[in-house]
């Protein structure tokens, strides 16, 4: 069993060797798109920021909210919600130079005032009990170590009557997929530290939540509404896996290889993208 040390020096690993790749294709975030016709009639752009919207709904943003970004990047997200909503954002990563790109990011489009990070585990904050208002994870809660750690430690620090959102993939059973299939998720899931991908099933990611002490929990598919996402990746890496699939090459150039091997999953339901939220109990 893989120690939690051992992991965070994966998922660094991966976030450092990925950096230039997702500055150059997307920017700097680190999540797909929402495209709510499920159709590329938009910009990347436009559609990350229709992720974000969406996210602002589900957690039912308002103005003296205190709000956890757990694996927060480089600080797109919470610099957007914190400049359009007007709340108090805290972001937490385990990557270090990510810290320093979300404090640039909201100085340069007037956010900072709202909005502070830390370098921190969101399995093992320092946060006193009941802090926040809400707390969101997107496409974060998978690189966890310990899925039930992290929604154990996710609802000790909300408030009673606080919303947690999950946007996150899920995947089917070990046994729907084709040997092949499953050799390279295995390869994607391994190289990508998603540390917590083999407990997010379809039909059973909610349990983990209901287990933590959560109530209240929905469980939406947008799947349809992030594979255009998935499909412009694709298109992208098409030319170079040529060469990584000739050469078998796949652990060496992981985001190609999960470009094309993901969107394959994608069109036939193996990996779905789904919206858990849920509540902390008042009572």
């Known amino acids: 069993m893989t120690s939690t040390n051992e ?14 790749g997702y500055d150059l294709v997307l920017g700097g975030v680190k999540h797909f798109g929402y495209y709510s016709d499920g159709i590329d009639s938009i910009t990347e752009k436009k559609a990350q920021e229709s992720m974000h919207n969406l996210l602002a709904e589900k957690l039912k943003i308002k103005k003296n909210h205190t709000i956890l970004d757990a694996g927060c990047g480089q600080g797109i997200v919470s610099a957007y919600l914190a400049k359009k909503y007007g709340c108090s954002i805290i972001g937490i990563t385990i990557v270090p130079f990510e810290i320093g790109k979300a ?6 489009i007037g ?18 009990g009941n802090k926040f208002d809400a707390v969101y994870a997107i496409e974060s809660f998978v690189h966890s170590p310990d899925a039930d750690a992290t929604l154990k430690e996710l609802f000790r620090i909300l408030k009673p009557g606080g919303i947690l959102a999950i946007f996150d993939y899920t995947i ?6 084709t040997a092949y299939e499953k050799k390279m998720f295995d390869i994607i899931a391994g190289r990508t530290a998603m540390g917590s991908i083999k407990d997010m099933r379809h039909d059973s990611f909610a349990d983990l939540l209901k ?17 255009p996402s998935i499909k412009k990746l694709n298109k992208l890496a098409k ?32 990996f779905k993208y789904n919206i858990l939220t849920a509540k902390k109990s008042i009572g």
């Not at 992991?7 to 230039?20: M, N």
């Not at 956010?111 to 006193?128: C, G, I, P, Q, R």
């Not at 089917?172 to 997929?177: A, G, M, R, Y």
Request: net charge positive.
């Open 7 to 20: 992991h965070h020096k994966k998922v660094l690993s991966y976030f450092k060797e990925s950096r230039l």
């Open 103 to 108: 404090e640039r990011l909201a100085q340069k």
């Open 111 to 128: 956010a900072a005032s709202h909005v502070k990070y830390h370098l921190m585990d969101y399995s093992n904050t320092n946060f006193e």
């Open 172 to 177: 089917s059973h070990d046994n729907e997929f």
């Open 211 to 227: 287990k933590a002490g959560f109530e209240s929990i929905s469980q939406k598919d947008i799947s349809r509404n992030v594979l």
């Open 239 to 270: 030319f170079p896996y040529v060469f990584v699939d000739l050469f078998k090459l796949q652990k060496h150039f992981i985001n190609v290889t999960a470009a094309i091997e993901v969107y394959k999953l994608a069109k036939k339901g193996l």
